[in-house]
Each structure stands twice: as structure tokens, then as C-alpha cells.
């Protein structure tokens, strides 16, 4: 028995003609919502300006797409990053440990054998030319 699977189920169909459902309800909703700015404002003057951002707006949401994403997903996004809480970290605190006894004399030799020592401004410069040069400072030429 063999099945059909289903292709391109990423493409939307065509509904309205050339639009897709979606582009169709977003055009006629910003027309819809010009009508009623042009009826609250009775006067083609002062409503052209809020008519013509809500048509801008109502076509991108049908037609425009940023990396492959429909607009109204970027829409979505930046109002999440506006009204959505955030964390600003500037200067994590570290914690100091508690010791409850007094360090003996062998803890301090034990901690010291672990220490290791810091290089110094001069042999880091020196190290990272070396690094840079690709042949070390210290070598003698004789040892290729």
C-alpha cells in the first residue's frame, strides 16, 4: 500500500486570488481600520497621515520578509524585547568562603606547593613575540 506525502507544506495556498488568507485578512483589516480613522477624523486632510502608516503597516505584515521570517514575526519579537524584562549584569560578586578553624602550618606548606606563580609583564611580552615571530627568544640558533 502506498501513501502520498505530502510536498512544499511550507507554501501557503492561494485563497483570495494572488494573497493567502493571512495576507488577505491583514490588507482588509488595515483598510477596514483606515475607514474608521477617516470617519473618526471626517476629513481626508487630517486623516492621510494615520491612513497611510496603517496601510504601510498592514502590507508589510502581507508582503514583507526578513531573512525568509514574515514581518509580523519581527513585530512579535521587538515587542517581547521592549516591554519584557531584563537582565543587566554588570559586576559579578564572588563568594568568599567561610573558614571555621584557623589554618595550621601544614595547610599553608600544602596551599603554597599548589600555587603556581604568575609571569611577569616582561616574559608574557616576551612569550606572546615569540609566539608571534614563531621561533622563541630563548633558543639558540644552533638547535634547528
Known sequence: MRFQVPQFIEVE???????????????????????????FLKSIILSFIPIVAIMALSAALAFYKINNKPFVNVMEAAFKYWWGNK??????????PEKSAEV???????YASIMVP???????KDLTWSLDIKES?????NQR
Do not use: A, C, M, R
Open 137 to 141: 627568544v630563548y633558543s639558540n640558533k
Open 13 to 39: 495556498d492561494k485563497i483570495f486570488g494572488p494573497l493567502t488568507l493571512k495576507q488577505f485578512i491583514y490588507l482588509v483589516g488595515g483598510g477596514g481600520l483606515s475607514f474608521v480613522v477617516y470617519v
Open 87 to 96: 537582565l543587566y549584569i554588570w559586576k559579578k560578586e564572588e563568594k568568599i
Open 104 to 110: 595550621t602550618g601544614d595547610e599553608v606548606k600544602s
Open 118 to 124: 604568575k609571569i611577569s609583564d616582561s616574559k608574557l
